[in-house]
């Protein structure tokens, strides 16, 4: 059985907050899932498939839908961290195709930047006796995948800028994002060392927010007044450390991607707009290589000279400002990437940076921390 | 520069004979009978070939350092490394006694053990 026009992306909502101090995580999710129903022009009570992940407070989805008042007859609570949005889209899929509901609802929220949750070590885990040493964080997680790309295939510091370079070209025309100003290269590698080889202006920022998403069947669908984005394909795929057979160089996106591509019947030449994971600049070049938008090894030559930005590349991607500019709310950007993508299909992004005829888009996420223990999930969805 | 302080480890049923082999310098990791693969880091059931007949051994506490990342944005800095063990598998690691801007891939480490706040020291590598 195939997820392939089996379900439809009917309502898609970016909360336009980016420090809610006035706000709790639950209202955050709430009030994200009113935009989206609203959206999709659909209300709570038509809601029957509930979809959350790690950061949802209480119990996960049976705190949630008891405070939105949702009587559902379908939830799931998979978690790998920022990427699992993605996968919950397929996941909706697959519980529609299945009959399991038909109108399903996603929402993420957090608030990072004026409540920070420090990480705590999670004592029972099984890597904990091991590695809760060394004080692993994000930006050394994915500096060392950094190093290790550019030991291996020359990448370089410039390069890597650039992706934070694009993102701010299309930053600049989206009122909500965190970040506005357009960068250079210079600005990115002079910005400080946070961990060697990634400067600040390497990293995604911290914000407040959230999102949600409404999936539907296609009869739903056919109901609703709004364009249609339906799911093509979908693949998804933990990596890990492999027993010490470590290798920093790739992604699960080399094996995530090509299910998804084989599912929704297209390939690489066809997707007019990609939304990739952004918590850093490396994230994004190593994902853009594992998906085949280029060799591997070849993503820092593929990423110069704005290749990325709309209009002027070859590969428009997040045209939101992404996680870089943009948001990356709860610390969790993969809903966003399916967000743009939507407005992408709908040919509802700015006019500055909407992409001429996007038929097909793809967004992909990586979840978790790239240099131990990552989530990659890759969607392809088309215009109808 | 102070050196950043290592917490205390974190200890159960199954890393203990790990960190009871930190307590006496040294680097236990495990490697399986059936497959005859040395993996890290170490649990009951190999991850290659998932036979329950794993045995821990001593390590020669020799290799070289994968990849790197020193984290700057901190009051002591501390360099996060995978450290390539000459038995095979890597490791997540810190590099210590060293000059961070100095450290390289490939470069030839070897364990060192390091106090922790409280309980078994910690391994860690130092340049060769």
Redesign the interface.
Known sequence: MSIKGKAYIMGAYEHPTRKAPDKSVPQIHAESAVGALKDAGLTMKDVDGYFCAGDAPGLGPLSMVDYMGIKARHVDSTDFGGSTYIAHVSHAAQAIAAGKCSVALITLAGKPLTSSVPRA?I??A????????????V???Y??????HM?EYGTTSEQLAWVKVAASHHAQYNEHAFLRDVVTVEDVVNS???????HRLDCCVITDGGGALIVTSPEVAKSLNRPKVKVMGAGESPKG??????D?TYSGARWSGPIAFAEAGVKQSDIKYASIYDSFTITVLMQIEDLGFCEKGQGGKFVSDGNLISGVGKLPFNTDGGGLCNNHPANRGGITKVIEAVRQLRGEAHPKVQVKNCDIALAHGTGGSLG?RHGSATLIMERE | MAE?Q??A????P??KP??DGAAQGKLMIKSCTKCN???????TI???CASAETVWKEASGKGEI????????VPEP?A???VT?AE???????IVDCDFDKLE?GQKVHVVFKP?KEGPP?P?FAPD
Request: aromatic share 16%.
């Open positions: 070590v004592p029972t099984p890597d904990a006796s091991y590695e809760s040493p060394y004080g692993i964080v930006a050394n997680s500096g060392m995948c950094a190093a290790r030991y400080p060392m946070i961990s060697n080889p990634l450390q492999a027993g010490g057979d470590t920093l131990v | 950043r290592f917490p480890a974190v200890i159960n199954e890393s790990y960190w693969k040395a993996f890290f880091y170490p649990r190999c991850p290659f994968y990849s790197h990342s020193t984290m700057r944005r501390y996060l490394a995978y063990l095979g598998p890597k490791m997540l690691t810190n891939i922790a910690i860690a």
